[in-house]
T-cell receptor
Framework: AQKITQTQPGMFVQEKEAVTLDCTYD???????LFWYKQPSSGEMIFLIY??????QNATEGRYSLNFQKARKSANLVISASQLGDSAMYFC?????????????FGQGTTLQVKP | EAGVTQFPSHSVIEKGQTVTLRCDPI?????LYWYRRVMGKEIKFLLH????????ESGMPNNRFLAERTGGTYSTLKVQPAELEDSGVYFC???????????FGPGTRLTVT
């Protein structure tokens, strides 16, 4: 069965520093996709970054990068130069392989607080 | 371009009543998904439409939940009769293709008392 694990319920980071949010996954499908979403206190889910299982390079989107270690089955999100507006809950999610309809499986989430 | 919209933003109903949630996906997105987050738990998949067809409804909890997508445009999720454990936030998401990123709506917070 496919599973996503986020072991950090809460994290603190000082403004302007970098922070890594952990995500490990479990799947037997050779083809899959990994996503990170941000949920601020307002409640909406904001797509941040995507990594395909066959992508050779780690995905980057502005201050967000995904540290993809396939052998370890980890897909950690790195936020560089943290800003106060980064305070939110962050969800790691996985989409399964070719037999999958596209549904996402989510982790439990990590609450990030950026300190001024 | 308008994002995914959901209505209502918040609904409070009594146990045994019926509630209908609505989702309007991004225009042109054939794929529409419903998810639910019960307090303190993970976001769970409910079902997936491709246009008006149900592609995957493996996450629907029971037959008190009925989802429709008329004409492949907006979708409704009806809960009848509602139970206390149905309380949570119901998210709708849409995508152009099942392999693409999904764009989420703001969610509907359902409280069953």
């Amino acid at each position: 069965a496919q599973k996503i694990t986020q072991t950090q319920p809460g994290m603190f980071v000082q403004e302007k520093e970098a922070v890594t949010l952990d995500c490990t996954y479990d799947t037997s499908d050779p083809s899959y996709g990994l996503f990170w979403y941000k949920q601020p206190s307002s409640g909406e889910m904001i797509f941040l970054i995507y990594q395909g299982s066959y992508d050779q390079q780690n995905a980057t989107e502005g201050r967000y990068s995904l540290n993809f270690q396939k052998a370890r089955k980890s897909a950690n999100l790195v936020i560089s130069a943290s800003q106060l507006g980064d305070s939110a809950m962050y969800f790691c999610a996985m989409r399964g392989g070719s037999s999958n309809t596209g549904k996402l499986i989510f982790g439990q989430g990590t609450t990030l607080q950026v300190k001024p | 371009e308008a994002g995914v919209t959901q209505f209502p933003s918040h609904s409070v109903i009594e146990k045994g009543q019926t509630v209908t949630l609505r989702c309007d996906p991004i225009s042109g997105h054939d794929n529409l998904y419903w998810y639910r987050r019960v307090m303190g738990k993970e976001i769970k998949f409910l079902l997936h439409f491709v246009k008006e067809s149900k592609q995957d409804e493996s996450g629907m909890p029971n037959n008190r939940f009925l989802a429709e997508r008329t004409g492949g445009t907006y979708s409704t999720l009806k809960v009848q009769p509602a139970e206390l454990e149905d309380s949570g936030v119901y998210f709708c998401a849409s995508s152009q293709d099942r392999t693409y990123e999904q764009y989420f709506g703001p969610g509907t917070r359902l409280t069953v008392t």
